[in-house]
Each structure stands twice: as structure tokens, then as C-alpha cells.
């Protein structure tokens, strides 16, 4: 990792593995994002306690593990409000076949929903309900339908979209974290 600030998804898929865990680290990531939009003061135990049935810290493999999550929370806690828009989902890259790009994605969609899901979201924006409402229909995308090289342009304008559709959503739940992005920079 050469820029503290971003997450090498290869280098991590495979930290929830050996996790007595069921979700992917695309989708554990989409808990963490989504949750920190509607839990101020987000802890990483209120995250890992989401993602994670038990973690014993005593063995190396589970201990390894939890310092990979420590780092991916710290990240991402640092990404959300970061003034430079640096955030990025953790799902693969557009190195990755685009099967993979298209079911990480989805993955994360239904990890996010489920963390906005573990705090009532309180809002009336519109923005931030359509935007709650686009990030449900791209969860239940067909990772098929997106594995096919002219969809390719596609993903990565879904990618970019629910990346600033995350900001926009942090943005406005959590506005005491950012106070700087106007909302015309995300049209």
C-alpha cells in the first residue's frame, strides 16, 4: 500500500476467509460505509460486530485478520471525510473480469443498504432517498447482465455513481463531518 489512503481490494478479498463471517469484503465494506452514515462516532467493534459472528484475537490467522480490518476501517473512516473526494468502494478493479467488478459492486450495494439499515435513517432529502432507492435496484442486478464487455462503460459509471451517491449520502446524514462539498460538484 502505497497511498495510506487506499485499500488494494486484491490484497485484502481474502482477509474475511478464515473469518467466522459470511460476508465478502466487498459487501463488509458496503456495511462499514453505510453505517458510518447513520452512526456518528462509529466504533470499529460496532463494525466488526456487525460483520463478524466471533473473531479470536489469540490465534494469528483471526488476529492478522482483525489488524487488515482495523486498517480497512481506518481507511475508509478517513476517506469519507476526506475534503478531496478520495473515498473508493473496496470491490475489484477495473483489472479484475468484469464479472467480479459487477458482483463486488452489487455485493457492496447490499452491504451498504444493510448499514444504512442498523440505524432508522431519518431523512426527507430527496436525493438521499432516490439515491437509498437506486443503490437497492443496483443490489439486485444480475452480475450477469453486467459481465459483457459493452457494459464495461457502464460499470464504471455505476461505480462512479454510487461512489459519489455514498458521499452525497454521508453528506447529508452526517453533516457535521463535511461541511465543504457543495452539492453542485456532484452534478
Request: glycine share 4%; with cysteine.
Amino acid at each position: 500500500m502505497t497511498d495510506n489512503n487506499l485499500i488494494d481490494y486484491d490484497e485484502v478479498k481474502g482477509t474475511l476467509h478464515n473469518l467466522n463471517t459470511d460476508d465478502t469484503i466487498a459487501s463488509a465494506h458496503g456495511i462499514l460505509c453505510g453505517f458510518s452514515c447513520v452512526k456518528p462516532e462509529l466504533k470499529l467493534d460496532d463494525w466488526l460486530n456487525e460483520v463478524l459472528v466471533s473473531i479470536d484475537l489469540t490465534n494469528v490467522n483471526e488476529k492478522e485478520a482483525h489488524e487488515q480490518l482495523a486498517k480497512i476501517y481506518n481507511t475508509t473512516l478517513s476517506q469519507l471525510s476526506d475534503a478531496t473526494l478520495n473515498f473508493q468502494l473496496l470491490i475489484a478493479d477495473e483489472d479484475s473480469k468484469l464479472r467480479e467488478q459487477a458482483d463486488t459492486l452489487i455485493q457492496w450495494c447490499q452491504g451498504f443498504l444493510v448499514g444504512l439499515g442498523l440505524q432508522k435513517v431519518s431523512t426527507t432529502d430527496e436525493d438521499v432517498l432516490e439515491m437509498i432507492k437506486d443503490f437497492s435496484e443496483i443490489s439486485k442486478l444480475d452480475g450477469d447482465v453486467l459481465d459483457d464487455e459493452q457494459n464495461a462503460q457502464d460499470l464504471s459509471e455505476i461505480i462512479e455513481f454510487v461512489r459519489m451517491g455514498t458521499l452525497l449520502i454521508q453528506e447529508t446524514l452526517q453533516p457535521s463531518k463535511q461541511d465543504y462539498i457543495s452539492p453542485d460538484m456532484l452534478h
